[in-house]
């Protein structure tokens, strides 16, 4: 979430950057909810996992956390 906030500061108004902070928060919210009563059972659009080979948000942009996640 802070990187999707970091990147809209870098691109105002980027929509796209908008509209994937507004489906990161419906999800965090979603997880909380499960972690909160585990007997829910979420749909399928909202348990997935990330598909490979998703393209950079901001196209040229470099990961300065030191993580790594740019090595291979």
Known sequence: MSDLKEALSLAPGHREIQRLI???????????????????????????????????IVPGAVCTDGSGLNDK
């Open 22 to 56: 507004v489906r990161v928060e419906d999800e965090l919210k979603a997880f909380h909810h499960v972690s909160d009563n585990s007997q829910t059972i979420l749909p399928d659009s909202v348990v997935q996992t990330r598909p490979l080979g998703i393209p950079d």
